[in-house]
């Protein structure tokens, strides 16, 4: 008999090492489900959030161009007409 198995109750020890890990494994599994899924949840709810940010932003973006590409007509149209009022022109028809 060796000193290290202490009358032989290494391997019992051992079994009931594992009966217990086992037994707790089992038990936490339906919270280690439940977290994983609220994990799962809230890395969604974190994408939908930045994807509805970068269509909001999308769509400021496009505003911002439109808006600025009309104020550019505006500013050429005022351009036009004022050259033909100096020149001494009727005004231009498709302004």
Known sequence: ????????????????VEVFAKATGVL?????????AEAQADALVVKTN?????DDLRRAVERFITQEIKKQENLEAVR????????????????
Do not use: F
């Open 28 to 36: 936490y599994e339906p919270t280690r489900i439940r977290r994983e």
């Open 50 to 54: 930045a994807e509805i940010q970068a």
């Open 1 to 16: 008999m060796d000193i290290k198995d202490l009358a032989g109750l290494a391997a019992p020890a051992s079994k009931i």
């Open 80 to 95: 036009d007409r004022t050259i033909a009022l100096v020149a001494g022109q009727p005004e231009c028809p498709h302004n």
